[in-house]
């Protein structure tokens, strides 16, 4: 349905058509909220009048429906009648319906809509029910966002006139801002972005350009109109399935997630508006590749003048279409440029289609201008292992393509056409770097152990199948921490049991003789699902997070655990249970854990029954019953990132406490010795896998404690391998031992500093 919708209202029609049939529901209706925000109107519906779609409104202070969009939650109701917010539409003929399921439907954050389900009789839906239509509902949001993208563009046909006043007026500020690059040209400059993968390069620079492709001139063929337009549907069929392929090869190479955007890129391809507006030119005697440039450069100009960013940023989504549409008519197979040497990537951003088609092994290192820590740049740059730097504001109008640059991944510092000094330094530093990346990776086979007998495990924290690659190539241990929120998130609806399955053998798979510890699903807090209806919280790391909303949710919970047990058969794994506060809990999660095993056993299904089951103290109360909680649970790993802004009561997203959030605090020191103590006493396995394992010095002090698993960005392990290696356990417990004396961060900086220069810890 979604990908073969012409038009939002077929759509929406055949929808609760289809709802209403398999739900063997009575009624199915979807009203949207109208532009004010505040009216919710009737939209399609099955079961009620038809002639009420679109006369049917109510504010959202109104009625059961409004009701859903006002507490931004699910609204389930046997008998709909009884509830003091009912409301009665004559002209529906609704009376005769009892039971009510509504859920809202959002745009990031945002409601724009309601799913109501109605059955005749009184009855109560069940979870799965629920959670079935809540995935159909995040569905129907992107279709109808997309489409209001796209309506937003038909009905500004008023505009028209002034946009392509604009568009005339483009074409000179293009060649302005070529004049502009070449009078900056050979000038050094310096921008700093944002680091998000380590390491330095210099270079040549190949510019991922992509607006002078598309409005580059195009020679008119000559070619009669009909034949123009057999050009036209045939290219456009080719972009369609080109489209299709690429999203499997991202997914396949990425996420997911990655590959997520090229169903709006489909649906865009099917549209009938865009297509007969192309059509429209050619019959005016444009051809075809004038055509597609003409209307395709009229969405993007729309698109960018749109104030959302997020609609901004579907202009660049646009012109990958056109070109992707221009290529097919020239019979451009190869629809990227190629790179031929080896130069670094300079981006506005880096695009879906880019991941797929690039020749990424000639990229030396990645700028972009857009971006952040998740951004597609980041990803790649981070699983093939190459410095980038994102979110430099303003360095496309500054280069031209004779431009040399350096690229500091570890600072995120960009140089243009450096001054002697500054290059012959990072000449320096890059030699460095290179020379102690070799010597580290002599040391990936080696196992971390100090150099008086004691061995440490050093594992990967994983939550992108990249990662497993640099896992692999950091020479982890196994997989300390896989994040299963990971690829939740990346989906568009709750991944069923047998999904999972498949993922968590891919992780297994990835990490062949190794163990690997699944963290059942840490959303809240920060974390959210798309699809999944959280309640709004005034304070939600404190809040519906993590276990306790699997608590609750015992359906998505125990699919879960099924689906861990089931892809370790015959394999090493280990489950992990976040955000533990107490004993209770605890022996509640080993009940269930019971009663899955119980129904896997009688269902012949063959799994792990043996999986160990630990818990993630991230929780200053379970610090404090550490010692009770240790007798229950087969492993203990303690989560600092989370432990350090509890105990210290200091977001740990919140730039303005930053200095609060401090892990050399005595607090969490001594927090994490007495877990260790406990975990010594109980005889069971204690890991630390917090950011705070990654930083050597921080590692040989944990190691004191009695610390014997660290997990952490593979990057930083032949890093903390290293410093393992260079000690003895002597040294780590002294260095423990004093720093567990001292009474301020400060103080316990400056020991480790030193004990560091001293052992010859480079950090
Ligand atoms: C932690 O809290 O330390 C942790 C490892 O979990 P996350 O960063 O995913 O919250
Ligand atoms: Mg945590």
């Known amino acids: 349905l979604i990908l073969h919708s012409h038009d939002l209202q077929e759509t929406l029609d055949n929808i609760v058509a289809l709802v209403s049939k398999r739900m063997n529901s009575e009624v199915c209706s979807i009203y949207l909220l109208d532009d004010d925000g505040e009216t919710l109107r009737l939209h399609a519906t099955k079961g009620l009048a038809r002639a009420s779609v679109g006369s049917i409104t109510m504010n959202v202070s109104e009625g059961l429906t409004g009701l859903v969009v006002e507490q931004r939650s699910v609204v389930s109701l046997e008998n709909a009648q009884e509830h003091p917010r009912y409301k009665y539409f004559k002209e529906s003929g609704e009376e005769r319906y009892h039971s009510f399921l509504g859920i809202p439907m959002f745009e990031r954050k945002s409601p724009v809509g309601v799913i ?7 009855r109560s839906y069940t979870p799965t029910e629920i959670s079935t239509l809540s995935t159909i509902a995040y569905q129907i949001a992107s279709i109808v966002i997309n489409a209001k993208l796209l309506d937003s563009i038909r009905c500004k046909d008023e505009e028209r006139a002034r946009l392509e006043q604009q568009l005339k007026k483009m074409h000179p500020v293009d060649v302005a801002l070529t004049a502009e690059k070449s009078a900056a040209a050979d000038k050094p400059a310096a921008f700093v972005g944002t680091a998000v993968s380590p390491g330095f390069a210099t270079g040549g620079i190949y510019l991922l350009n992509r607006r002078n492709p598309l409005r580059a001139s195009i020679v008119e063929t000559a070619l009669p109109p009909e034949e123009e337009l057999h050009r036209l549907t045939m290219a456009l069929e080719k972009a369609r399935i080109q489209t299709i392929y690429m999203e499997k090869r991202v997914a396949e190479r990425l996420s997911e997630e990655d590959a997520a955007i090229f169903h709006t890129h489909l649906m865009i391809l099917e549209d009938r508006g865009f297509i007969a507006k192309i059509h429209d030119l050619v019959a005016r005697e444009f051809g075809a590749a004038r055509a597609v440039q003409e209307v395709v450069c009229h969405y993007i100009d729309a698109f960018s003048n749109m104030t959302d960013p997020y609609l901004q940023s579907r202009s660049a989504d646009m012109e990958d279409i056109g070109r992707r549409i221009i290529d097919a008519l020239d019979g451009n197979d190869a629809a990227a440029p190629q790179l031929l040497e080896k130069r670094l990537l300079v981006a506005a951003e880096i695009l879906p289609s880019d991941l797929a088609i690039l020749d ?32 430099v504001d303003g360095l496309l109008r500054s280069l031209s393509l004779k431009d040399e640059m350096i690229i500091d991944g570890n600072s995120g510092h960009i140089y243009i056409n450096p001054v002697k000094s500054i290059k012959v330094e990072y000449e320096r ?21 100090t150099r008086d007998g004691y061995r440490i495990s050093l594992k990967a924290n994983i939550g992108l199948i990249s990662d497993i690659r640099m896992a692999a190539a950091n020479g982890a241990e196994g997989g300390g921490l896989y994040r299963t929120e990971f690829p939740f998130m990346a989906r568009r609806q709750f991944p069923d049991r047998n999904e999972q399955q498949l993922i968590y053998s891919r992780i297994l798979d990835g990490f062949p003789g190794q163990q690997v510890t699944f963290r059942t699903l840490d959303i809240g807090g920060d974390k959210a699902l798309p699809y999944f209806d959280h309640p709004q919280e005034d304070n939600p790391f404190m809040g519906w997070r993590a276990i306790r909303i699997f608590l609750e949710r015992r359906d998505i919970f125990k699919d879960q655990l099924a689906a861990i047990m089931i892809a370790s058969a ?11 506060s107490g004993v209770d809990e605890l022996l509640l999660i080993r009940a269930i854990v019971d009663e899955v095993k119980d129904e896997l056993t009688a269902a012949g299904v063959q799994f792990n029954p043996a999986v160990p089951l630990g818990i993630m103290i991230e ?31 200091a977001d740990r997203n919140n730039a303005k406490v930053k200095n609060y959030y401090n892990p050399y605090h005595p607090a969490i020191l001594h927090s994490i010795r007495q877990v260790a103590a406990a975990a010594a006493s109980a005889k069971i396995p204690v890991s630390l896998c917090g950011e705070m394992a990654s930083d050597p010095l921080s590692a ?3 190691a004191g404690m009695g610390i014997s698993e660290l997990s952490m960005a593979s990057p930083a392990i032949p890093f903390v391998k290293q410093a393992i290696c260079g000690t003895t356990m002597a040294a780590a417990q002294k260095v423990a031992a004093d720093v567990l004396q001292l009474s301020g961060c400060e103080e316990v900086a400056a020991y480790l500093k030193d004990a560091g220069l001293e052992l010859g810890i480079v950090c």
Request: hydrophobic share 45%.
């Open 619 to 649: 929780i200053p109360a379970a610090v404090q019953t550490a010692p009770l909680l240790a007798k229950h649970a087969d492993f203990i790993s303690i989560g600092t990132n989370d432990l350090i802004q509890y105990t210290l009561a």
């Open 429 to 449: 530093l890059n030699k460095d770097y290179s020379t102690r990346r070799e010597e580290l990776e002599g040391l990936a086979s080696t196992p971390a152990i």
């Open 116 to 122: 109501v389900v109605q059955h005749r009789d009184p």
């Open 570 to 580: 015959g394999r090493s794994s280990r489950i992990m249970f976040p955000m533990i």
């Open 700 to 702: 040989l002090l944990l």
């Open 360 to 391: 990424l092994d000639n990229v030396l290192g990645i700028v972009t201008e857009r971006g952040d820590v998740n951004s597609h740049a980041a990803i790649i740059s981070r699983s093939l292992g190459i410095p980038a730097v994102v979110g």
